[in-house]
């Protein structure tokens, strides 16, 4: 079985990773294994070498002189122990795999606790550990980068991962990094845990987000209760765009997919969730993204780029002009 790209910002207690905030180590764990110190590689310039070989799978479509590689970069959401945390990655590569993605997937493992009810803990260590996902990762990997051969960079984060993602790139720009000229390709977003109104173009918790990235695609869902108001676990914050969706006014660049009408039909209809759904991986209607193989599809196609994100097969145009995941 093939080794499972993990950048960690846990700390180490007794030989073992805790859910703390502690200094990046870079892991190649064998898949089905738990993250151990034991899999971080000493010599880091190797582990990205690794990963760059990993991602890269051909010649660019639009430059057959060059070739082409593209890294998923997956950051996990709160209440996440790091054995569901590597279960997500092995699904999410199975699922792309399936759809055609020839790239690699490399897990962010922040401390996230394996606790409901360690929401606020959670977020603390989110925030303090986010500005290494930039500095330790995305931007050496942009520094690495060769004149023959480009990696996409892309982004995927589920539930508090979106916040994770959110505060790594304004971290990064209020630290005004010796090297400011990293970008990524896509940023997606599922189950996100951040404000809707947050996403607003001019607002300035996002601003870097959407200065440092190609496209936004966030997929949102009204069923999902674990970003209802009144969950209590989540102490009644503002509506989340993982629910709601993104607000009217964010830059040309975002793109909501309304997934509600997918997943009522998904839920119900016991044939659809048999065929569709491989795995379920955590709180259903929050989570329900990995392991389907619809989403999967329409991940795929955001990923590669080529295909205006009005014309994805998976995607129709609703009458009030917004699109949403269809099966078609």
Not at 154 to 168: D, N
Not at 195 to 211: C, E, N, P, W
Not at 226 to 242: E, F, I, M, Q, Y
């Amino acid at each position: 079985m093939a080794d499972q790209f993990v950048m960690c910002a846990r700390a180490v207690e007794d030989g073992v990773f805790i859910a703390e905030p502690g200094p990046s180590l870079f892991l190649l764990v064998p898949e089905g294994e738990r993250p151990s110190p034991k899999h971080a590689m000493k010599k880091i310039d190797q582990w990205f070498k690794k990963l760059r070989i990993a991602a890269t799978w051909g010649k660019d479509s639009r430059n057959s002189a060059l070739d082409r590689g593209d890294l998923l970069v997956f950051v996990h959401g709160y209440n996440s122990d790091q054995k569901i945390v590597m279960k997500r990655h092995a699904q999410l590569k199975r699922d792309l795999s399936f759809a055609g993605f020839k790239g690699e997937i490399l897990s962010f493992d922040w401390p996230s606790d394996d606790k409901a009810l360690n929401y606020m803990e959670d977020r603390h260590d989110a925030k303090q550990t986010a500005m290494q996902l930039v500095t330790d990762g995305i931007r050496a990997l942009s520094d690495q980068q060769t004149p023959d051969c480009t990696i996409n960079i892309h982004l995927l984060g589920h539930s508090t991962g979106v916040y994770v993602i959110r505060e790594a790139f304004d971290d990064a720009d209020d630290a005004r990094l010796a090297n400011n000229s990293w970008a990524v390709s896509q940023v997606v977003f599922i189950g996100g845990d951040i404000s809707a109104s947050s996403m607003s173009a001019g607002d300035s918790s996002t601003d870097s987000l959407y200065r440092h990235c190609t496209r936004l695609t966030n997929y949102s869902n009204s069923y999902d209760s674990v970003l209802k108001l009144s969950n209590a676990k989540r102490l009644g914050t503002a509506p989340r765009v993982g629910r709601v969706g993104l607000p009217a006014d964010v830059p040309s660049k975002a793109v909501n997919i309304d997934c509600t009408d997918y997943f009522g039909t998904l839920d119900s209809n016991k044939e659809i969730k048999k065929a569709d759904q491989a795995v379920v991986l955590g709180s259903f209607d929050h989570s329900w993204h990995i392991g389907n193989k619809l989403f999967a599809c329409d991940l795929f196609e955001t990923l590669k780029g080529d295909l205006d994100r009005s014309v994805i097969p998976s995607r129709a145009s609703g009458a009030d002009g917004k699109l949403r995941l269809i099966r078609a």
